[in-house]
């Protein structure tokens, strides 16, 4: 039996259900405030319509353009302002627009107010009394409009918390049943470097290196951010490592760009790329035609962007990775990127000529 679809998703667009209630709500308060000399059940209807029509854009500015430029910026000066500025427009557009309208079509309508002895406002009564009635319209509507915004950003922003504690309970669980104890490895590491006391001091300095990266993950990643400073040491300790295993001459750049000192990122964000470089680099009988390009650039506008390129020979291989069909690696960097910062990020696949890329850009 098939599933029956919903024609209408409460969950998804409920916000523009009760902002069409709120807009028929509001206008109808105003139709019952606003005195028209003409009768009939199409003129007031008219009139109605036009005001609902025309009391739409406050709501839309103040939840798509107010509220997430300068409300959850916490500026409160320009907040101000932009929240005056809007009303003030609203509510003349609000006010002589369907007016105007009306006019048109029934040149011998004229409005005023229902209860004229609670509005005094001097010259040009009637205009000024509609003025405070349209504002009063556009002052509902916006805060109507704002309520939900910040009401539906609290919720999204609550399920992406859970995402992010499920998808990081499910990382450690997975970790804790693949993983060899950290402890012991520590502890081996220093038995062998012990042990090769007698032996070249490169040997040596690998096994330093690999403890180093080793401590790394078990202590340092268990934060939930990292400064940038420990992540670029951790990631060319790692190419060096790399590196003594490769054939001499192969082509290794590790570049950095930009001021990289002063933010955190979450950890082990980078490592997936320059894994996945080592893992796919090409194997081409002359050395020097096999190469690795790292860059991390920090940009003046708070961008952060990682980029790696290497030679592949495998191109089967590549499109497979390129395609992301599941297990660890650029996969799971992609839904971590998701997760973290969402809205905030780009992941990039290319592979041209040869040369596989694969970058990713957040803001810091």
Not at 323 to 335: A, D, E, F, I, P
């Amino acid at each position: 039996m098939e599933a029956v679809l919903p024609l209408w998703d409460l969950k998804k667009n409920g916000q523009l259900l009760i902002y069409a209630l709120s807009i028929l709500l509001y206008s109808y308060l105003v139709l019952i405030s606003v005195d028209i000399n003409l009768d009939g059940a199409i003129v007031t209807l008219s009139f109605y319509v036009l005001v609902a029509l025309f009391s739409t854009p406050v709501y839309f500015i103040t939840s798509y353009y107010i509220i997430p430029q300068y409300f959850y910026r916490e500026n409160l000066l320009m907040l101000s302002i932009n929240i005056i500025v809007v009303l003030v427009l609203c509510t003349f557009f609000s006010l002589l627009s369907p007016t105007i309208i009306m006019t048109i079509f029934y040149p011998k309508i004229q409005f005023g107010i229902t209860y004229p002895n609670l509005l005094k406002t001097g010259i040009l009564n009637s205009f000024f009394d509609l003025l405070v009635i349209f504002s009063w319209n556009n002052i509902l509507g916006m805060a109507t409009s704002a309520a939900i915004s910040v009401y539906r950003n609290k919720i999204s922003v609550d399920d992406e918390i859970m995402d992010l504690e499920k998808e990081k309970l499910t990382t450690e669980l997975s970790n804790l049943k693949n993983q060899t104890n950290p402890e012991f490895l520590l502890s081996m590491m220093q038995t062998l470097k012990n042990n090769i006391v007698n032996e070249t001091h490169e040997v040596q300095e690998s096994v330093d290196i690999f403890s180093n990266l080793l401590h790394y993950q078990v202590y340092e990643c268990v934060q939930n951010f990292i400064s940038i400073e420990k992540e670029i040491t951790f990631i060319n300790s790692y190419i060096e490592v790399q590196k003594r295993r490769l054939e001499k001459g192969v082509y290794i750049r590790f570049q950095r760009l930009g001021n990289l000192s002063g933010f955190k990122i979450a950890p082990m964000m980078i490592l997936p790329l320059v894994e996945n470089a080592f893992k796919h680099i090409s194997n081409y009988a002359n050395p020097e035609e096999n190469r690795i390009d790292v860059k991390i650039t920090k940009e003046k506008n708070r961008k952060f962007i990682v980029e790696v390129y290497n030679t592949c020979d495998n191109i089967a291989t590549i499109q497979a990775v390129k395609k992301s069909n599941g297990g660890v690696g650029l996969v799971n960097l992609k839904r971590r990127l998701e997760l973290i910062y969402p809205e905030n990020h780009d992941f990039k696949t290319e592979l041209v000529d040869g040369i596989f890329y694969v970058s990713f850009t957040i803001e810091v």
